[in-house]
């Protein structure tokens, strides 16, 4: 029996991530293939390598990509942590074009948001009721916001200001990286940054996930806050399930 499958592209600041996907499952089939984001991380630079993912797959379906970047009807209107020139570029069909694909074969969400909708088809059942945050903690923190499991897009709560500066500055893992902080001296600062979250939200559960979520246990645990955290089940691959099924669903914003 074949399984139902799709196909995930995640976009992140650092690396691009693709993977076939078990859309029943909502799990990778094999493994996934990683390429460093190319400096500068300029459309065409981007889609050169988003194409070197499809082609070593030998996939021709639809493909669901994710940008940390606010999409609006296939537009990138905000750039955190690509290039600026993604502001105002057609992502459609700038993937369409160079991934020979129909522009309805293209789907393209917010990072976050796909790594939220993963996690609302395969993940936790608690994910799906009430008010629930996905926070992504990676090169900065990306966000998504769900009603009893409806996405209201693109958010960009990793953006608010903590203390006079913007949160994902401080606590995004790649300020731990680059500072050097210990997972207790960085897990301060998660905390403080949903601590004045919560207060803005209010939500039933925050779930956390993005590369650091490899190590939860070294900080989710030292987290004192009002609001029940768990991790996210997908971990790391949240986002190309999510654009997966994106994909497959037709679904975009």
């Given amino acids: 029996m074949t399984a139902n499958r799709g196909f995930g592209i995640d976009i992140g600041g650092s690396g691009i991530k693709g993977a076939l996907v078990d859309l029943d499952k909502g799990e990778l089939i094999g493994d996934r293939l990683r390429i460093d984001t190319p400096k500068p991380s300029t459309p065409d630079a981007v889609a050169d390598v988003v194409a070197r993912i499809v082609d070593h797959f030998g996939w021709d379906g639809p493909v669901g990509i994710t940008l940390p970047s606010v999409i609006k009807k296939g537009v990138a209107q905000t750039a955190a942590n690509i290039d600026p020139s993604w502001v105002g570029r057609d992502a459609d069909a700038l993937f369409a074009e160079r991934l020979g694909l129909d522009v309805a074969d293209v789907s393209m969400l917010n990072d976050a948001d796909a790594a939220g909708m993963a996690e609302m088809r395969f993940g936790d059942p608690a994910a799906k009721r009430g ?16 009603q009893n499991g409806s996405l209201m897009p693109n958010t960009e709560f990793g953006h608010i ?7 994902e500055k401080k606590a995004a ?9 210990s997972y207790p001296e960085w897990a301060k600062r ?28 070294k900080w989710v645990p030292l987290l ?29 914003h």
């Fill in 173 to 181: 893992a790649s300020a731990k990286d680059n500072e050097g902080l």
């Fill in 190 to 217: 998660v905390n403080r940054y949903l601590t004045v979250l919560e207060n803005l939200i209010w939500p039933d559960l925050f779930i956390v996930g993005g590369g650091v979520s490899k190590k939860s246990h």
């Fill in 161 to 167: 200001e903590v203390d006079g500066h913007d949160a």
């Fill in 131 to 146: 008010v629930v945050a996905l926070l992504t903690f990676g090169t900065g923190i990306g966000s998504a916001l769900f």
């Fill in 224 to 252: 004192d806050i009002r609001t029940p955290v768990i991790t996210a089940s997908l971990l790391n691959n949240a986002g190309i399930v999510g654009a997966a099924a994106a994909a497959a669903e037709g679904l975009e």
